[in-house]
């Protein structure tokens, strides 16, 4: 009982350098751009969402009502950061978003990326999304722990730039990089605010409960590895990416 306390504290102890770590890189300040000073809408209920989270209820088990709220709370962000053009992106970003950490839960894996991307392959298949829709789902599961900014890497360099507008519209590469941050948010409880005003992410936290879904996760190190701890933070480490 002692060493299962022990290597819990540990857990805490390796989450909580990550975050130090993270929020080195990553401090942006509490007050944001201009853009996104305006009100932020709370997502906390999309008939999407709730269609394809229920067929995992039992697996998820009593992580359910934290997993979930940790969907919507990154949804908010999401959307907020995209602003105008994020009602054509959505459905691909709630798929992503109700399939980018179940690996966890699916599979028993901490290096849950991967089985993640395959179970929401499907579902993409379901949602009779294009191709470049399905792609768009991967990319932001497979992205949303990139520790620097996401860039089209696929893009032609022989590409003209665009034109300066004063109001740009958003592409697919904002997509995975308005997950990434947003995703970033909620995982460090808000300490690493990524130009997101901080009063939109106290007003996100007040309505959608964190219901113990960070707790979750520093369990899912003893849950799945026991004492190996070398081995958790080894499976953990393949999530991230630089």
Do not use: C
Request: hydrophobic share 40%; proline share 5%.
């Amino acid at each position: 009982m002692a060493r299962a306390f022990d290597l819990f504290l540990a857990s805490i102890v390796v989450t909580a350098l990550l975050f130090a770590n993270l929020a080195a890189l990553y401090y942006l300040g509490h007050e944001g751009s201009h853009e996104l000073q305006s009100e932020i809408k709370v997502e906390n209920n999309s008939e999407r969402v709730e269609e394809h989270l229920e067929k995992y209820r039992d697996v998820i088990g009593e992580d359910y009502e934290g997993y979930r709220g940790h969907i919507y709370r990154v949804l908010s962000y999401t959307l907020h950061y995209l602003g105008r053009d994020a009602p054509k992106f959505r459905p691909v970003i709630e798929i992503a978003l109700v399939y980018h950490d179940l690996g966890l839960w699916t599979h028993s894996t901490l290096a849950y990326l991967e089985p993640s991307s395959a179970v929401a392959a499907n579902a993409s298949r379901d949602e009779g999304f294009t191709p470049a829709e399905a792609q768009l789902v991967q990319d932001i599961i497979n992205n949303h722990h990139k520790i620097t900014p996401y860039l089209n890497l696929n893009k032609s360099k022989t590409d003209a730039p665009a034109k300066p507008s004063l109001i740009r519209v958003k592409t697919e590469v904002d997509v995975v990089e308005s997950v990434r941050k947003a995703d970033l948010i909620d995982f460090s409880f808000g300490y690493i605010t990524n130009h997101m005003p901080w009063r939109h992410i106290s007003k996100v936290q007040a309505e959608i409960p964190e219901a113990g879904f960070h707790l979750s996760l520093v369990s899912f190190f003893p849950r799945l590895h026991g004492f190996n701890l070398p081995r958790a933070v080894s499976d953990i480490s393949r999530i991230f990416k630089i």
